[in-house]
């Protein structure tokens, strides 16, 4: 079921392109109300801020080891969003646009095996959603807005 998508393995960029070519993440720097509806400046807007375009990136606190990457354009996700967990296993991927992610989403579970997979049409529609525990059984399923399994609840 599904298995040309299932088996997705994401080409990464290496860490040390992304800390040559990104802007790491900081508070104080980047500048956003906490609302993902919300661009992201390169500092408050009141003190000149421009919306930002470019790579960037976070680690791990007190670590050098990178907990995620995303590619902006005048504010806005655009482009492969990326996050790691702290055993350098991917635990997200996907490509944004605007503030939402467009076509297909995956999550992993620390262990490696998927954890989740949402897909949506061209009218930004979940038209699939599969979730699984972590040794692999489906723990949801969701076709075109029709739940067809839940063993979540």
């Not at 508070?27 to 500092?43: A, F, G, H």
């Not at 790691?84 to 297909?104: A, H, L, P, R």
Request: net charge negative; hydrophobic share 25%.
């Amino acid at each position: 079921m599904y298995d040309d998508e299932l088996n997705f393995t994401p080409q990464l960029l290496s860490p040390e392109y992304v800390k040559k070519h990104g802007v790491r993440y900081d508070e104080n720097i980047m500048y956003c109300w906490d609302d993902e509806t919300t661009p992201l400046y390169d500092k408050d807007p009141e003190l000149g801020g421009k919306l930002f375009t470019g790579l960037l990136y976070d680690c791990f606190y007190d670590s050098d080891m990178i907990s995620w990457y995303e590619h902006y354009t005048d504010g806005y996700g655009d482009g492969e969003y990326v996050c790691f967990y702290d055993n350098g296993v991917v635990s997200t991927y996907c490509i944004m646009e605007g503030y939402g992610f467009v076509g297909k989403l995956y999550k992993w579970h620390k262990n490696g095996r998927l954890k989740a997979y949402d897909e949506k049409d061209d009218h930004n529609r979940y038209i699939k959603t599969i979730h699984w525990d972590e040794d692999g059984n489906i723990t949801y399923l969701s076709e075109n807005g029709s739940c067809i399994i839940n063993k979540e609840y």
